[in-house]
């Protein structure tokens, strides 16, 4: 594997994005690109990330579309179609990396696997701390953690430990849950070959999820990534959850028809 495309997903939040963007642009791998995908951002906060993109020691893109509510599958399938890579890392604009993310990733990447991380959650006063203060929290040591554990500030500590798991890491092949696109790994040819993110999933709830199903369905296998690759979760309110219903009664149907592989209206649309 050569160059790997990360797709960065934000919606009018640049101040998140920019700390986003400076942990990436702290990797100690410097062979990916990154793709920015703007799920309908105004116009002055699009003006605003795009300025950060101009720090980037990598091969950047934005891609925009208008705001027609939440449609993050919509804009990631636009995003992998201008992407370059042979592997495709998703993670969330209100995500902090550490600097060997993207490396242990590379490491992690084995043919006929997906590879979901985990994450720690920062507090909402911590987050608004680390905004306002510009904390610089991919500089930061185990000590540190620590410490924002103990004093509250993040939820947990134990996802930032890395263990060197090996054939456990395959123990459970076929679970979906838990598989977010705020943390994920994914061979392009694999996502291509179930047709991307199925965009009949509009509004918040489990797009995500109806995708790592078609890819169990047609063979791919879950390789754990916890232990080795966390994100740091910046604190947010919940996003309109009205369609969430609706989501999950299509995701059960999904798990039911086990031939149901292919997203009828996804990736293939921007080919």
Aim: with cysteine.
């Amino acid at each position: 594997m050569n160059l790997i495309s990360m797709v960065i997903t934000t919606y009018n939040w640049p101040a998140a994005l920019k700390l986003c963007l400076n942990s990436v642009f702290a990797q100690d791998d410097p062979q990916f690109e990154i793709i920015i995908a703007d799920d309908g951002s105004t116009s002055e906060n699009v003006a605003i990330t795009e300025a950060f993109c101009t720090q980037s020691p990598v091969a950047i893109k934005y891609v925009h579309h208008a705001d027609q509510g939440f449609r993050a599958g919509t804009i990631r399938n636009k995003a992998v179609a201008a992407s370059h890579g042979e592997y495709l890392l998703f993670i969330d604009g209100d995500c902090v990396l550490l600097p060997g993310f993207i490396r242990k990733h590379r490491q992690l990447a084995e043919t006929g696997c997906f590879v979901p991380g985990n994450r720690v959650l920062l507090s909402q006063a911590f987050t608004q701390e680390v905004i306002t203060q510009r904390i610089p929290l991919h500089q930061k040591n185990g000590i540190a953690f620590i410490g924002y554990w103990l004093s509250q500030k993040i939820n947990r500590i134990s996802a930032l430990i890395v263990l060197p798991l090996g054939l456990l890491r395959h123990l459970q092949a076929t679970k979906w849950q838990k598989a977010m696109t705020c943390n994920l790994g994914i061979w392009k040819t694999d996502f291509s070959r179930v047709n991307g993110f199925d965009e009949h999933f509009e509004g918040w709830g489990f797009e995500d999820s109806d995708l790592v199903i078609r890819l169990i369905h047609t063979g791919i296998r879950r390789k754990e990534g916890r232990f080795a690759v966390p994100v740091l979760h910046l604190w947010h309110p919940h996003n309109d959850k009205s369609q969430q219903r609706v989501n999950y009664q299509r995701l059960m149907e999904r798990l039911a028809q086990p031939e149901g592989i292919v997203a009828e209206k996804g990736l293939s649309q921007y080919l």
